[in-house]
């Protein structure tokens, strides 16, 4: 058989057109090793309580002091990513995080823990904009929902190590995950500072508009709608959800931690196979399934009894999650514009961090009313989300058309 030298080229030229640019790389190199520090966070509960010596009731206002800052942090992450650059946002994010986790480390005092918790929230999350905006910029359409779910699966597969090793750093002490959190705050900055170029359009800066712009387009904020719907229903997981199994089912916190162990390794193992797939298809289509089939398996958690009961429920709504990740990202940087990539990315992840604050009050309120009243509610939410993306993915196709 013989291979002419027009058929490799051609067959290079295809390989290129399918691969991601060097730049992406990395920034996904940057986010694992973020994530993979990601260790104060998860247990900000013991620390304060165990380390300091404060209340339940002080460890829950200083969380409500982060989640104020977080919901501030997009915004204004959105904003200072298309005023001053993607590349300056994501880097100067990532160098205040490491030193207030550091201040944080070492203070003592309600107050000042309490105003580092607020501005971490404030500093910690203002860096996703930025990191967004970056790869719609970098990124060709075709190609984004593959590049979004990769960014998801780094995510997912640093947190997963970060959680391992913070409890082991924890045994020998606090102070080594604000270290290692701030080493891997810095350490991103710089890979990032190094190896990604600023995108943020020539005159960007100068374009009128703003929030108000996004605001007044209604594709958009229908697709926010969806999105704060999309959050509520996969928070319960670290809300509501521990809870239910373990004081109403009556599960052990190992079976319960096994079970979960499960929604890690499907992401980790499934996530890179099929992002790449599922790009060829209409994404508000395939991110209404995947909501769908979220849904279904959260309201299918009412009737679980048993560790293996569970099991299945979060196989199914792993499932759900795995097809909506890298949708979401790819369908907010077709329908913004992009001197505006910033801010749009910044009102979709509002949405994220208003859900963080919703979803245990009102999951907690359902909670008591019955496990079937939180569950279908819960399964009914993520049906209507799938439901409003249905309906507005002719707009959102029309505006992907329209960039192409």
């Not at 099991?311 to 999650?321: K, M, N, P, Q, R």
């Amino acid at each position: 058989m013989r291979v002419t030298t027009t058929g490799i080229a051609e067959a290079a030229a295809v390989r290129q057109e399918t691969r991601l640019p060097a730049p992406f790389w990395a920034l996904w190199s940057g986010t694992l090793v973020n994530r993979l520090g990601t260790m104060v966070m998860p247990f900000t509960g013991v620390y304060l309580t165990q380390a300091r010596g404060f209340s339940v009731a002080v460890a829950g206002l200083a969380m409500t002091l982060f989640g104020i800052g977080s919901l501030v942090s997009q915004l204004a992450g959105g904003w200072l990513a298309d005023r001053i650059g993607r590349r300056a946002t994501l880097c100067a994010s990532m160098v205040s995080t490491a030193a207030v986790m550091l201040a944080l480390g070492y203070s003592t005092g309600l107050v000042p823990i309490l105003a580092g918790m607020l501005v971490l929230g404030l500093l910690i999350d203002a860096y996703r904009p930025a990191s967004s905006a970056l790869v719609a910029d970098l990124v060709p359409a075709r190609l984004r929902p593959k590049a979004y779910g990769l960014l998801f699966w780094a995510v997912n597969l640093g947190y997963a190590v970060a959680m391992v090793a913070g409890g082991w750093l924890a045994r020998l002490g606090f102070s080594w995950l604000f270290w290692a959190d701030a080493v891997t705050c810095a350490a991103f900055a710089v890979l990032v500072w190094r190896a990604v170029p600023e995108t943020r359009p020539q005159g960007g800066a100068g374009e009128t508009g703003g929030f108000l712009a996004v605001l007044r387009d209604r594709t958009m904020v229908a697709f926010t709608a969806i999105t704060l719907g999309q959050a509520l229903v996969y928070l319960q997981t670290v809300t509501m959800l521990p809870v239910a199994m373990t004081n109403v089912v009556g599960l052990e916190p190992s079976e319960f931690g096994m079970a979960m162990a499960l929604n890690g390794v499907l992401i980790v193992a499934l996530q890179p196979l099929v992002s790449a797939w599922l790009g060829r298809f209409d994404p508000p289509r395939v991110m209404a399934l995947g909501l769908a089939v979220m849904g279904v398996g959260f309201a299918a958690t009412a009737f679980v009894t048993t560790a293996w009961g569970l099991a299945l429920t979060i196989v199914l709504w792993t499932a759900g999650e795995i097809i909506t990740a890298g949708i979401s990202g790819a369908i907010v940087a077709a329908l913004a514009p992009a001197h505006l990539r910033g801010r749009y990315n910044g009102l979709n992840g509002f949405a994220w961090a208003a859900a963080a604050v919703i979803a245990p009050l009102a999951g907690s309120r359902l909670l008591t009313a019955g496990v079937e009243a939180l569950w279908f509610t819960v399964g009914a939410v993520g049906l209507l989300a799938a439901a409003g993306l249905l309906a507005t993915g002719p707009a959102i196709r029309r505006r992907t058309a329209a960039q192409d």
